[in-house]
């Protein structure tokens, strides 16, 4: 089984910064792409930043310019650095991994928790 859990969420003043972290543990082969998402309350999902498995990165509009997704793939962690953060940021932030298996190459997506972020003054 895999596991993927994030963490740096938090309160900050607009303009301000975070920096946000998705690790995956467990039976893992390779990660393929791995990507954040979010959730404002009553709004849809959407997609804030993706990065491929040869570190191809692509953003939402709303978001470029301000976060950097990056990657570790040693320690199979994916980070979100927030600048410039504004009040309709706010969100529950969750990450998507998707991991190949071992032996069978099957690639499974997996969701954290998800971290809420709070951009208020």
């Known amino acids: 089984q895999v596991q993927v859990v994030e963490s740096g969420g938090g309160l900050v003043q607009p303009g301000g910064s975070l920096r946000l972290s998705c690790v995956a543990t467990?039976?893992?082969?390779?990660?393929?792409?791995m990507g954040w998402y979010r959730q404002a309350p009553g709004k849809q999902r959407e997609l804030v930043a993706v990065?491929?498995?040869?570190?191809?990165?692509n953003y939402a509009d709303s978001v470029k310019g301000r976060f950097t997704i990056s990657r570790d793939n040693a320690k199979n962690t994916v980070y979100l650095q927030m600048n410039s953060l504004k009040p309709e940021d706010t969100a529950v932030y969750s990450c998507?991994?998707?991991?190949?298996?071992?032996?069978?190459?099957?690639?499974?997506?997996?969701w954290g928790q998800g971290t809420q972020v709070t951009v208020s003054s």
């Open positions: 467990g039976s893992i082969g390779s990660i393929n792409t």
């Open positions: 990065i491929t498995s040869g570190d191809t990165t």
């Open positions: 998507n991994v998707a991991v190949i298996a071992r032996y069978t190459w099957k690639v499974t997506e997996y």
